[in-house]
C-alpha cells in the first residue's frame, strides 16, 4: 500500500526558534498533502492543504506566517514552525491523497514537537 | 453542514468479546466514510472505508462496519476482540469541494481498551 514518512519523528526544540518537518510518499505521487496538528487525548485538526507547485490553502484560524508549507515536489511537503513557542508544542501528522474517483488519505507516522 | 459524532469516548471489553463502537454523521452529500485506528504515538492506519457500494463492508483484522444511511450510521463492529486492538478509533466522512477536492471530517474519537 502507499507508504508516508515523517522526519524527524521527535524534536525538541527551544521557544524562537524554528523547526522543519519533512512529509514524503514513498511509493507514489501526490499532488496534494495534508498537514493536521493533534493535541493530546483529542481528534486531528486540519491545518492546512497542499498543492504540489501552489501556495497551500489554511484553514480558518491557522497562522499561515507561523506555519510554512512548502509542496516543492510531488514526493515532498515540509511544514516549517517559525519562532516555536510552548504552545506549538504538538502531534503533527501529514497525509496524501491517493486515489480516483474516491480519495484516501494516507497517513505518515507524526511527529511530536516539544518547545521549551 | 457536514459531521461525524462519536457516541462513546471510551469503551472497555474484555478479550474475546464482541467490540462495538458507534458512529453516526450528518452529510448533505452522498458521503463517503472512513475508520481509522491510531496506536499511541503512532500515525493513522484504515481500517475500512465505505463509497456507495456494498452497505456491508470488510476491513482489515476482522473489523467491520454496517452504512445505515436511514439511521445516519456507520458503526464498527469485530466479532471477538484482541489485546492488539487497544487504540484509539476515529469515524472519518469524506466529502467533496468545488473544483474536485474532498475533505475529511474527524469525529473525536473513541478509545478502546481490552482487558484479559
Known amino acids: 500500500g502507499a507508504v508516508v514518512s515523517q522526519h524527524p519523528s521527535w524534536v525538541i526544540c527551544k521557544s524562537g526558534t524554528s523547526v522543519k518537518i519533512e512529509c514524503r510518499s514513498l511509493?507514489?505521487?501526490?499532488?496534494?498533502m495534508f498537514w493536521y496538528r493533534q493535541f493530546p487525548k483529542q481528534s486531528l485538526m486540519l491545518m492546512a492543504t497542499?498543492?504540489?507547485?501552489?501556495?497551500?490553502?489554511?484553514e480558518q484560524g491557522v497562522e499561515k506566517d507561523k506555519f510554512l508549507i512548502n509542496h516543492a515536489s510531488l514526493t515532498l511537503s515540509t511544514l516549517t514552525v517559525t519562532s516555536a513557542h510552548p504552545e506549538d508544542s504538538s502531534f503533527y501528522i501529514c497525509?496524501?491523497?491517493?486515489?480516483?474517483?474516491?480519495?484516501?488519505?494516507?497517513f505518515g507516522p507524526g511527529t511530536r514537537l516539544t518547545v521549551t | 453542514a457536514q459531521s461525524v459524532t462519536q457516541l462513546d469516548s471510551h469503551v472497555s471489553v474484555s478479550e474475546g468479546t464482541p467490540v462495538l463502537l458507534r458512529c453516526n454523521y450528518s452529510s448533505s452529500y452522498s458521503p463517503s466514510l472512513f475508520w481509522y485506528v491510531q496506536h499511541p504515538n503512532k500515525g493513522l492506519q484504515l481500517l475500512l472505508k465505505?463509497?456507495?457500494?456494498?452497505?456491508l463492508v470488510k476491513g482489515i483484522n476482522g473489523f467491520e462496519a454496517e452504512f445505515k444511511k436511514s439511521e445516519t450510521s456507520f458503526h464498527l463492529t469485530k466479532p471477538s476482540a484482541h489485546m492488539s486492538d487497544a487504540a484509539e478509533y476515529f469515524c472519518?466522512?469524506?466529502?467533496?469541494?468545488?473544483?474536485?477536492?474532498?475533505?475529511?471530517?474527524f469525529g473525536a474519537g473513541t478509545r478502546l481498551a481490552v482487558h484479559p
Open positions: 472519518v466522512v469524506s466529502f467533496p469541494l468545488f473544483g474536485g477536492y474532498n475533505k475529511l471530517i
Open positions: 497525509s496524501a491523497r491517493v486515489g480516483h474517483p474516491v480519495y484516501e488519505q494516507y
Open positions: 465505505y463509497t456507495s457500494a456494498a452497505t
Open positions: 497542499s498543492n504540489e507547485g501552489s501556495k497551500a490553502t489554511y
Open positions: 511509493d507514489f505521487q501526490a499532488t496534494t
